[in-house]
């Protein structure tokens, strides 16, 4: 697609050329990001999280910001805010991504270990290295790429705490609305329907997270003596956890909302081969697929404290725990789901129990509004940077600060993008960002933020 039909104002030649002359610093910062192990859940330690905020700061200051500091958030690690003020009349964008990350799991099943960056068949491998390090790079590449012609006031919000829910920030953001105060936001923290198919966010759900302890006996007991009379915890576990979801693998919990979805669609086909559903099994639930994990609630059962197979003694199980995520329909009060899983989970104890549910950790859920001539212009942004229409549609997880800077900025643009794709295994093993994709975000986005300082407000 040329800047002429796509109707583009800025130099969309002189801009790629700048782009491609910065994408080798962009990526050594990425690789650099990628070796520091920055996991912010709690039994993890801090120090390479601070280490990774300061890193990040570090990158922006070099990019010639003028403002950089770190945002005391507690309880959580610092976020990292950069800024440089718009001239007069300008806009100004606000650009959010996180520098946190999942854990790296089982080391052995990755090719190559996860904090070692590797560069394989166009790919760059490692633990961040699509979620969301290369937000964070993709944003410092748009910067570098446009350098002392930005033409818009920029302010950069990366934070060190999104996998973990973003409570500091989100308690944060609404006492300080002006520091995040924008005519539009841009968050970097998603992907593409497919590799080299530009897409644009317009929903996302919501997040509950629910854990329910179950207790049956003072301690352990034989189950040669006692099987068969005493209760064990972890069959009345699962039992309860059983009542989640109806024969069809819907979910079952009174009160859950559903939204009918009228974006894009999603075919089975192409489903089954994203999640790698096993040849011969059953996808589970009704509707379209975008209705099932897009619009409508999801419930999985993220963990369970039991004992190890190769290890477990022969016991009737006195104490029994297990972590339920809710991903909560885009309109709905998280609250709301959250206690309509509690009520549910109290309800099916069987054997008169004891039965402790919890509520961990709720998020909102987002959607877009209607156009308008920022959302346009990001839409002709990333069809000039991609060569192709842009695809729209939701998203099935959940970013829970997205809600909290809407609230503060409700006039903000709110584009949601990135530079994953669905194989990039985020939050899996062998977890990888394709650069080619990467590329063409960074372009994508240095031509929204041009757009915007021609005008496209």
Same mark, same amino acid.
């Given at each position: ?145 446009? +350098? ?223 156009? +308008? ?82 005008? +496209?407000?």
């Amino acid at each position: 697609m040329t800047a002429e039909a796509s109707g583009i104002q800025v130099d969309v030649t002189g801009l790629r050329h700048r782009v491609r002359a910065v994408m080798p610093e962009v990526l050594a910062a990425l690789e650099g990001l990628v070796r520091i192990p920055s996991v912010a859940f709690a039994g993890y330690p801090r120090e390479p999280v601070e280490t990774a905020a300061g890193a990040v700061a570090d990158l922006f200051r070099n990019a010639g910001l003028p403002e950089v500091r770190l945002l005391d958030v507690p309880p959580d690690p610092p976020a990292v805010f950069a800024a440089r003020p718009a001239s007069p009349g300008a806009p100004t964008v606000l650009l959010y991504a996180h520098y946190d990350v999942q854990p790296a799991g089982n080391e052995s099943v990755w090719r190559t270990p996860p904090y070692e960056p590797v560069v394989r068949d166009g790919r760059l491998y490692g633990r961040g290295s699509s979620d969301d390090k290369a937000g964070v790079v993709a944003h410092l590449g748009a910067l570098l790429a446009l +350098g002392d012609d930005c033409p818009v006031g920029v302010k950069v919000l990366i934070e060190g705490a999104e996998e973990g829910g973003s409570a500091g920030l989100e308690a944060f953001v609404p006492a300080h609305a002006d520091l995040v105060a924008a005519d539009a936001m841009v968050v970097c923290d998603l992907g593409n329907v497919r590799l080299g198919q530009p897409t644009l966010i317009t929903s996302l759900r919501g997040i509950a997270v629910v854990d329910v302890e179950v207790e049956t006996l003072a301690a352990p007991v034989h189950s040669g003596s006692y099987g068969a009379a005493a209760p064990d915890a972890l069959v009345a576990l699962v039992r309860m956890l059983a009542t989640l979801h109806d024969e069809r693998g819907n979910p079952a919990v009174e009160g859950l909302a559903k939204l009918p979805y009228e974006g894009t669609q999603l075919t089975e086909e192409a489903f089954r081969a994203e999640a790698g559903v096993l040849p011969g099994v059953d996808l589970v639930g009704d509707g379209t697929i975008a209705d099932r994990v897009v619009t409508g609630p999801a419930i999985s059962v993220i963990g369970i404290d039991v004992a190890d197979v190769e290890s477990a003694p022969n016991i009737v199980i006195p104490r029994a725990r297990a972590r339920v995520s809710v991903r909560v329909a885009p309109a709905q009060d998280p609250h709301e789901a959250a206690h309509a899983v509690v009520r549910h989970l109290q309800t099916r104890a069987p054997w008169h129990v004891r039965a402790k549910v919890t509520v961990k950790e709720t998020g909102d859920g987002f959607r877009a509004a209607d156009g +308008g001539p920022a959302y346009r212009a990001a839409v002709r942004a990333l069809e000039t940077a991609y060569e192709r229409p842009v695809t729209e549609i939701g998203e099935g997880g959940s970013i829970p600060l997205v809600a909290a800077l809407q609230r503060a900025a409700p006039s903000a643009v709110m584009v949601l993008i990135g530079p994953g794709d669905p194989t990039s295994n985020a939050h899996a093993p062998n977890e990888s960002v394709d650069l080619s994709e990467l590329e063409r975000s960074v372009l994508g986005e240095a031509l929204f933020l041009g757009e915007l300082g021609k005008g +496209g407000l």
